[in-house]
């Protein structure tokens, strides 16, 4: 009997790098620097003269390692739960969420402190992670178990974590602002973080009998069904993983200041609907998904340095940019794919 798993695809390396999509973007993004780099060599006192010294100085570089961590977790933990057939938008909720628990603990066990030889700091990071997946499997039983609107359902995860956390830091703080923590995990921390990271998800997804599982849940539920896995677990699974990833994402972004941030849209700010534009931009691709997280946040880094020397660049305009370059490269290269059964419920055969 043939093996209904068989029509699933799966990627191998010439889908990993994709000659049209990914070469067009390299190319652009290097011939871009390039053609930066040039410029300010030969007019070091105009405007891409500046723009040069900001975007290859090594502050920037360590402001993009931050920035992108965030960014590139919650997207890497966005395609596992879209792999497996739910759409994730509660991402920003995520991080926000985790982003808060892991500073609350650190502060309650005290830094200088520690757990069993392990340091406050670290202990802070672990709770946040499992804040953010707690919060992801509410999400899970929501979605799968009840059946709700996964997109309602994501409003709701981010939502709840917008009001939640500034409330829960107003109530042990007195503000919405935690005191710093005087420690801080280092940016260094936050890269490797996010290089494993992206290592790990490539092999699990393409590699691994589970990675092929998830890619059929998304793409063909009944074939996953047909030789007995059970798609709710899959799903489960899926979604479960993009609270982890998130987790380490809003832990590594807090901790990396020693602080959470809860005025406005907190110190989240969006990075977790970023996120999902990053895994768009790569195509669920773990590797594009890096990619896009290092050019967005490199781009947030820039424009914060601009503001420094006197330019008037509202942030605003800046932060518009990747919902733009995505649109003009789904636009004109169009080779992002949906997983065709993404956001569909399932029941079971018997």
């Given at each position: 009997?043939?093996?209904?798993?068989?029509?699933?695809?799966?990627?191998?390396?010439d889908d990993l790098i994709d000659d049209d999509y990914v070469r067009s973007l390299v190319v652009g993004v290097v011939g871009t620097l390039g053609t930066l780099g040039l410029l300010g060599l030969l007019f070091p006192d105009s405007v891409a003269g500046d723009l040069a010294g900001i975007v290859f100085s090594a502050g920037t570089a360590e402001s993009t390692a931050r920035l992108a961590a965030p960014i590139v977790l919650a997207g890497l933990g966005g395609i596992f739960a879209e792999k497996s057939?739910?759409?994730n938008i509660g991402l920003e909720g995520l991080l926000i969420i985790s982003a808060f628990a892991s500073v609350y603990i650190a502060s309650v066990i005290g830094i200088g402190n520690a757990v069993l030889g392990v340091p406050a700091i670290w202990i802070g990071f672990l709770a946040g992670i499992v804040a953010s997946t707690l919060l992801a499997g509410v999400f899970a039983v929501v979605c799968i178990e009840f059946k709700a609107d996964q997109i309602i359902a994501g409003l709701a995860v981010w939502l709840i974590a917008l009001g939640l956390a500034p409330f829960m830091s107003t109530v042990?703080?007195?503000?919405?602002?935690?005191?710093?923590?005087?420690?801080?995990?280092?940016?260094?921390?936050s890269a490797t973080m996010v290089v494993i990271a992206t290592a790990a998800s490539w092999w699990t997804l393409n590699r691994t009998a589970f990675g092929k599982h998830l890619r059929a849940s998304g793409e063909n539920p009944k074939a996953l069904d047909t030789v007995g896995v059970s798609v709710s677990r899959v799903r489960y699974?899926?979604?479960?993983l993009s609270g982890v990833l998130s987790g380490v994402g809003g832990s590594a972004l807090a901790l990396s200041i020693g602080q959470f941030v809860g005025s406005g849209e907190t110190m989240v700010q969006g990075k977790g609907f970023i996120a999902i534009v990053a895994y768009l931009f790569g195509n669920y691709n773990p590797l594009g998904t890096l990619g896009a997280g290092v050019l967005f946040a490199g781009l947030d880094a820039t424009q914060i340095r601009l503001q420094q020397l006197g330019y008037a660049v509202p942030d605003?305009?800046?932060?518009?940019?990747?919902?733009?370059?995505v649109i003009v490269v789904l636009a004109l290269v169009g080779r992002t794919r949906i997983p065709a059964a993404a956001g569909d419920h399932y029941e079971t055969e018997e």
């Amino acid at each position: 009997m043939r093996n209904p798993l068989a029509d699933v695809p799966v990627p191998l390396l010439d889908d990993l790098i994709d000659d049209d999509y990914v070469r067009s973007l390299v190319v652009g993004v290097v011939g871009t620097l390039g053609t930066l780099g040039l410029l300010g060599l030969l007019f070091p006192d105009s405007v891409a003269g500046d723009l040069a010294g900001i975007v290859f100085s090594a502050g920037t570089a360590e402001s993009t390692a931050r920035l992108a961590a965030p960014i590139v977790l919650a997207g890497l933990g966005g395609i596992f739960a879209e792999k497996s057939g739910v759409i994730n938008i509660g991402l920003e909720g995520l991080l926000i969420i985790s982003a808060f628990a892991s500073v609350y603990i650190a502060s309650v066990i005290g830094i200088g402190n520690a757990v069993l030889g392990v340091p406050a700091i670290w202990i802070g990071f672990l709770a946040g992670i499992v804040a953010s997946t707690l919060l992801a499997g509410v999400f899970a039983v929501v979605c799968i178990e009840f059946k709700a609107d996964q997109i309602i359902a994501g409003l709701a995860v981010w939502l709840i974590a917008l009001g939640l956390a500034p409330f829960m830091s107003t109530v042990f703080f007195g503000g919405v602002n935690t005191p710093n923590l005087g420690a801080s995990v280092g940016w260094r921390y936050s890269a490797t973080m996010v290089v494993i990271a992206t290592a790990a998800s490539w092999w699990t997804l393409n590699r691994t009998a589970f990675g092929k599982h998830l890619r059929a849940s998304g793409e063909n539920p009944k074939a996953l069904d047909t030789v007995g896995v059970s798609v709710s677990r899959v799903r489960y699974a899926g979604v479960l993983l993009s609270g982890v990833l998130s987790g380490v994402g809003g832990s590594a972004l807090a901790l990396s200041i020693g602080q959470f941030v809860g005025s406005g849209e907190t110190m989240v700010q969006g990075k977790g609907f970023i996120a999902i534009v990053a895994y768009l931009f790569g195509n669920y691709n773990p590797l594009g998904t890096l990619g896009a997280g290092v050019l967005f946040a490199g781009l947030d880094a820039t424009q914060i340095r601009l503001q420094q020397l006197g330019y008037a660049v509202p942030d605003t305009l800046v932060q518009t940019i990747p919902y733009v370059v995505v649109i003009v490269v789904l636009a004109l290269v169009g080779r992002t794919r949906i997983p065709a059964a993404a956001g569909d419920h399932y029941e079971t055969e018997e």
